[in-house]
């Protein structure tokens, strides 16, 4: 359960604080809306990635017993972490000067969320294997990983907006830039296992 536990919240971290398209309509609408209008944004992840999860895991019961299909998909979200990983050590600060832009709501965040491949990207390379690993424990340990991951994706988005709407300087400090980089370090050693899982599946 611990396992599960911590490889959610590092996932979730990262995903919540990387610079992608649904951090910067959260930074935007904070900026110019309000901490409110940032966090709305920052829940849309919630709506969105459901029918992604309950299909990988339709998906996984199906493919449960092909173990090579299993470790390629192992290898490839290995592959993805990695990149993940080395982009979040390569952060630098994030551009708060946003053009000004029309009121966006929950689901203006929602579309974003809903057309970045990232979601379907981290659920069918990343999120396949754990949720594989899970499943042989128990249904409690797919509760641990799938709850921490987005109680720390959506909440750090959220404490991201409230910082934000406090302070401008915040997404160019050194503890956002340090925090990204040790992220990425725990990501690299976390595709390692990825690769070390895919490989003994593939015998």
């Not at 999860?53 to 299993?70: E, P, W």
């Not at 390569?90 to 809903?114: H, M, W, Y």
Request: glycine share 12%; charged share 10%.
């Amino acid at each position: 359960m611990i396992h599960f536990l911590g490889i959610g919240i590092i996932l979730g971290l990262s995903a919540g604080l990387s610079p992608g398209p649904l951090l910067m309509l959260v930074i935007s609408e904070t900026l110019h809306h309000g901490t409110r209008a940032g966090v709305k944004v920052a829940l849309a992840p919630i709506v969105t990635d459901l029918p992604i999860i309950l299909i990988t895991l339709a998906v996984l019961v199906k493919v449960s017993g092909y173990q090579s299909i299993l470790g390629m998909v192992s290898l490839a979200g290995g592959v993805f972490v990695m990149f993940t990983g080395y982009e979040a050590i390569r952060t630098r600060a994030v551009q708060l000067d946003l053009p000004k832009e029309q009121s966006r709501s929950l689901q203006k965040g929602i579309v974003t969320n809903f057309l970045s491949p990232h979601p379907y990207l981290f659920w069918i390379g990343v999120g396949a294997p754990v949720l594989t690993k899970s499943l042989s424990i128990g249904l409690s340990a797919v509760c641990a990983f799938i709850g921490t991951f987005y109680l720390s994706l959506v909440g750090s988005k959220i404490l991201l907006a409230i910082g934000v709407g406090r302070s401008r300087l915040l997404l160019t400090s050194r503890l956002y830039l340090y925090t990204m980089r040790l992220l990425g370090v725990l990501l690299i050693l976390f595709a390692v296992m990825l690769f070390r899982e895919g490989l003994k599946l593939l015998g």
